[in-house]
């Protein structure tokens, strides 16, 4: 077969073209491959060693720009992997490689830089020598001398640095005089007897490094103690001031009776030297002398102590000779004699039952019996008793003592408070606050004047399961908005939005105190309280003349009156408004609102209620509807709508309503023929529009 040799050369070239293609293709691939092998080999994110590689091939380059305090690192990423970096600042206190003593100042989080993309990371500097690092991934915030950073092989890697141009960085301190000098400050100053003066002391902590700061403290140191004559006064010990006193006594005392000026000196040196003068003369605290004649006696002392000195003057009066066996007086079971100027004598008299005032006390023979409890209720109890005694009222030289023994066994344990009587009778005593359903033991005791105790027989009494009905409560209302200033009630009417008045008056029953009595007021809904608070009674809850004050708590949450004397009355009165008339529904609503009354000492908590008849109505405005004549000639007048009615009769039957209609429909044909006019010359416009004549 014959080959036209024009095709085959024409074959052969195109071979040959397209080998040359694809040994270009694999030669070109096999290069990008190993390039991209050696920075990034998972494809994903660069190694610190591939990092290393690329900045000695320059495929990743940094610079640095300064704006201010501030540092920017522009990191170029040439390569097809992503790039984790970091840059971080510190400030410097040495020359390198004192890297322990740099302090972090700043740092960015890890930026992670796409292949072939920039970025610029911003970090601070300070106004001293600052260091600016660029770390593969974190940057440490404590750099330590001697170990290397720039090693690609360990973690951290710092593949850049660079330094600020400022001074070093100073520390704080390194020494505890770097921070100031020790010393006393300020004046001195009193504290207890003695004078103190602060000293401040400062410290250097950390001394030499980055973390050095200083700190102060100041202590009060003492200077001086005072002595016992001194007194610590504006920071210095003074001498205290020299005080001198006397007296007499006896004072008064009798014509050659004997009598002694004393002298009392404080402050001064704390050694005193006593001069006396005038009506007793001597060298020592205590002068003594004896006048013969009565009258005022004066005698003056002078102290010295020291460099200070002062003085003092006392008198006595010295009366006339005393008269022996003046009166009699009781002393211990002794009845002595006194004479007039006082002075006790001798024994008058041994008094075997004992000695009261000026007598010896007589034999009693004194006995006592218990009577049975009496007004058992409310948890109190009256218990009684009778004294037999062989004097008659006002004979008795001294009165005899009676009270009662009580309690919840015949061992008693509590006492009433004793009585003092001198005749036989009765007597009694009230005891409180008993618990309920208990059996009591009491007795009646009596002792004489000369001492003699006498018992009465054990007897016993019984409570109630409940303390009774101490306390009473009402409440009633009255309605301010109507005008009903005077009646009160249990029951009143009112519209809504009126202002309401409620009154609890509460009353202490029988013959008890109430304790600790609490009044809460329940409010129904729709009432809203409006505080005016005003208890009024008696004048132990009163703050002023006219026996009532405003509370400042709120009778909704409770108020406690304390206690409430029996057969008191108490009267409290406060406001409320009714709510507005959306809340009610047409007709009457009925609110009720209670009181109650609690009490420590009592079983029985009494309530008591107000109701309140709330009325809505459909027209809440007042309506006008005329009734008659308003003195208005248009208004009032039954001429002119008559005359009115009759025009209109007229020109209908005079046909003039048809020529108004037929009017009105030949302006409506004209408006129409005028529309279909302007719609035709509108048509007619746009086709010459459009074939363009």
Known sequence: MKINNTFSGTFLKAGLLVLAIFTLYFFFTANIVSASTIYCANGIEMTSQELAVAVGAGKVTTSLSRQGGTEIAHIVNNTNCNLPISVSSYKVFEPLPALSSQQFYDGTSVRNIGGNQSADLSVSVAACKTQIDIWYKDAPRQLYTGTIYDNYNTLPFAFNAAMTTEDYCTFACS?????????????PFCQGNGVYKNYKTYTCSNPGTANSYCSNSTNAQLQQTCTSNQTCSNGSCVQNELVVSCYAAPNPANTNQSVNFIAAATGGSGSYTYS????????????????????????????????????????????????????????????????SCGNQEELSQYCPNGCSGSSCNQQHNISVQTNSATNIYNNQATLNGYLNSNCSSGSCAGSTSVWFQWGTSASYGNETTRQSINYSGSFSQNIANLNSNTIYHFRAVAQSGAGQIVYGQDMTFSTSGTSGNLLTVNKTARNLTSGNYSGFSNTIYANPSDTLMFMIT?????????????????????????????????????????????????ITSGINLGAIPAGQTITITYQTQVASAQNFAYGTTTLTNSVSVTSSNSGYNPTSNASIIVTRTAIYGASSISTGLTNNLWVDSFFIPLAIALVGVWLMRSGMFFGIRKWADNRKKIYKDYKTEKKLNSRIAKIRKTEGV
Request: glycine letters at 12%.
């Open 276 to 339: 006396w003068s005038g009506a007793c003369t001597g060298g020592s605290q205590v002068c003594s002398n004896s006048f013969s004649q009565p009258g005022t006696k004066t005698a003056t002392i002078n102290v010295t102590s020291g460099n200070q000195t002062n003085s003092s003057s006392c008198s006595v009066n010295i009366n006339q000779g005393c008269t022996s066996h003046s009166y009699q007086q009781c002393s211990g079971n002794n009845l002595y004699w006194y004479n």
């Open 175 to 187: 020494a505890n005089s770097d921070c100031g000098t020790n010393g006393y400050v300020g004046s």
């Open 506 to 554: 509460i009353q202490a029953t029988g013959n008890q105190d109430v304790q600790n009595a609490v009044v809460r007021d329940y409010l129904a809904n729709n009432l809203i309280y409006k505080n005016q608070l005003i208890v009024s009674g008696a004048a132990n809850y009163s703050s002023s003349s006219s026996g009532s004050y405003n509370y400042g708590g709120d």
